[in-house]
């Protein structure tokens, strides 16, 4: 997996909400990774290493 972060959502807080399914958040080598439901909440644990970039939906 090579995630590109879209803008509006490189630097999200932890338990953000986003409101709309279907919101596209960033890229995996050109294929949109999408919200999968309405109010979907972002979860960022904290990175074991430096550099590592972990997301949940």
């Known amino acids: ?3 590109e972060w ?3 959502f490189v630097e999200l807080a932890r338990l953000e909400v986003i409101e709309k ?3 596209v958040i960033a890229h995996d ?4 990774i999408i919200t999968p439901h309405d109010n979907c909440v972002l979860v ?3 990175p ?6 972990r997301k949940q939906l």
């Open 1 to 3: 997996m090579q995630l």
């Open 29 to 32: 080598r050109g294929t949109p």
């Open 21 to 23: 399914a279907g919101t």
């Open 48 to 53: 074991d290493e430096e550099g590592q970039d």
């Open 6 to 8: 879209l803008a509006d």
């Open 44 to 46: 960022q644990p904290f």
